[in-house]
């Protein structure tokens, strides 16, 4: 059996381009992290995922790797890498990489070699006839090769190939790399989409859909990921991993995170992330679906919880809008919602992911024009909308809402000039909020969001019941409230959440031996029979 060693960890996401610049080139970087390791300390968390970092010419910012073995010139050298690993270390926080190894750039010395060497050739999944389906940011998922005559899969960019899972060669390959990693004192990996590395034997049209059903979570993705853990990861039971599952079910997360498997630690899925999207369409809008949202959270606490699988609890991250500008309130009830959200994804079972800003209640983007724009599918999906007919003004609207740039603006440090991220013009602009929005400020105000989220930790790592309580939904049919208790044989802790701007009626009976913990509001009292706009409240009970 595994050791769940990693309960009461807690990990903080950093999107390297976009969290500190050291040099002034307008791009983060290694030594830019390190000067913000202890703020990092200062919160509480005990991991650091960095998103992808290797050497890549960045289409996808850095979702394109060109060299597995070399870091990313912009982010500095395998020194400077090495350091932050030394650094964070003396502080008791581990670096987890990201590994992209569905696909890589078709800049990777295997792919062009794959244009001549029949070896090389079998690295990745040519086919003399493309079938139907789509690529994730959009058109065709093949690419036409003139020099061999043949179609090339890419489920993401035309950029990035897919490889071939099912050469032992490929396979041997990525394991190498996980073991170099390790070996210089990476801590953890997170893994890229990788419930999609296994793909079928017969390559068929999709006759009713675009082609995710034949390659999502197909069987043999156990069988690679036990290979994979066997011969690299599994070797050190210190190494924390954590799988992407991208259009997945709970069936499939069990068998990929349980605790008597031998596969990972925990998974993301994203179901509860789809709430706001009209027609399962990220771009069709509609209003986030509370009753929808609040029964994916209870049907994968309590299914992962059944089965004894182990899951990974988020709002945000690199590909994502920000989460109080989506189902909080950026504007009146900031502060309020950015900490109830908080609240109530970090005292579920699981271990909670803080995406770099999420912890000052940083907002989407607000970008009004398309020059402002970065990121590969929001320009790529700027065209397929204006093509369906879309007017300039509506297709602004849906990458407003809900383009990955809006989780990809520059970390707000301070209100100085770009937002204390840099002396230069930023990669992508900041946003003008910094003014208001920033850790400087909120490190001076006791009552800030990130106090709140300091304070979330400690209680993670103070409470047993936090890291291990069993998990209880209340409130199921209540339109507004999201509701849930952890306990054991002994204690109880119970989290309420308004989701909504106007005050609720609670019928809750608070009892003589339970006490609140937490809350969102400066007088927070129990015999207050209603909760306020976006209130929280966290209470225990002790039996001694
Ligand atoms: O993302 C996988 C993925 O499918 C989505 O999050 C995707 O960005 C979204 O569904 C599109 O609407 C991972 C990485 O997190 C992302 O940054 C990469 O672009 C992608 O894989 C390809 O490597
Ligand atoms: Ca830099």
């Given amino acids: 059996m595994k050791r769940l060693y990693f309960k009461d960890k807690v990990v903080y996401q950093i999107y390297p381009k976009s969290f500190c610049d050291s040099n002034q080139d307008g791009i983060g970087d290694f030594h830019g992290i390190i000067s913000k390791l202890d703020y990092l300390q200062f919160l509480g968390i005990d991991y650091i995922w960095l998103n992808a970092c290797f050497d890549s010419p960045q289409k996808d910012n850095g979702y394109d790797v060109r060299d597995y073995y070399k870091m990313d010139a912009d982010y500095g050298t395998m020194e400077d890498f ?62 036409y090769v003139p020099e061999l005559n043949k179609y090339y899969l890419h489920l993401f960019d035309e950029t990035q190939a897919d490889l071939n899972w099912e050469n032992s060669k490929v396979r041997h390959e990525l394991i190498k790399i996980v073991k170099h990693w390790m070996q210089i004192g990476v801590e953890g990996f997170r893994f890229d989409v990788v419930n999609l590395i296994g793909k079928p034997e017969i390559f068929m049209d999709d006759e009713c859909g675009d082609g995710r059903r034949m390659y999502t979570d197909q069987p043999i993705v156990h069988t690679y990921l036990q290979e994979l853990n066997k011969q690299s990861f599994g070797q050190s039971d210190k190494t924390i991993t954590v799988g992407e599952m991208s259009s997945t079910t709970l069936k499939q997360c069990v068998k990929y995170a349980c605790e008597e498997g031998n596969e990972l630690d925990m998974v993301f899925n994203f179901h509860h992330l789809k709430v706001d999207y009209k027609n399962n369409d990220k771009w069709q809008l509609k209003p986030f679906n509370f009753m929808q949202l609040k029964k994916l959270l209870h049907d994968w606490q309590v299914g992962m919880q059944t089965h004894h699988a182990w899951m990974a609890l988020f709002w945000s991250n690199h590909d994502q809008p920000r989460v109080v500008s989506r189902f909080g309130n950026d504007q009146e009830y900031h502060k309020q919602s950015a900490k109830m959200l908080a609240a109530c994804i970090h005292l579920m079972r699981g271990t909670p992911f803080i995406y770099q800003g999420e912890e000052i209640g940083m907002t989407n983007a607000n970008l009004t024009e398309i020059s402002q724009y970065r990121d590969v599918e929001s320009l790529n999906y700027y065209e397929i909308l204006k093509q369906q007919g879309l007017s300039e ?133 129990n015999t207050n029979k209603e909760l306020r706009p976006y209130e929280v409240i966290v209470s225990i009970k002790t039996s001694v």
């Fill in 82 to 143: 090495q350091e932050l690993c030394s650094e964070a270390k003396k502080r008791n926080i581990g670096i987890m990489l990201d590994m992209v190894f569905n696909h890589t750039s078709t800049q990777h010395s295997w792919f062009k070699q794959a244009l001549t060497d029949k070896e090389y050739e079998d690295f990745y999944i040519f086919k003399d006839k493309p079938t139907n389906w789509q690529s994730k940011f959009g058109g065709s998922a093949w690419k």
């Fill in 393 to 525: 003004d509506e297709v602004l609207l849906r990458l407003s809402k809900r383009s990955r740039d809006n989780g990809r603006t520059v970390m707000q440090w301070n209100h100085s000039m770009y937002a204390g991220f840099s002396e230069v013009n930023p990669w992508i602009e900041a946003n003008p909020n910094y003014h208001e929005i920033n850790v400087e400020a909120q490190l001076h105000d006791q009552d800030s969001i990130l106090h709140f989220y300091r304070k979330l930790i400690q209680l993670r790592k103070q409470y047993k019941l936090i890291q291990d309580g069993t998990f209880e939904m209340l409130y199921l049919e209540h339109p507004q409230i999201l509701g849930y208790r952890r306990f054991d044989n002994l204690n109880e802790v119970t989290v309420l959440c308004n989701f909504y701007d106007s005050d609720i009626k609670l019928d809750y009976q608070f009892s003589d031996n339970e006490s609140i913990i937490l809350s969102n509001y400066v007088e927070a009292n």
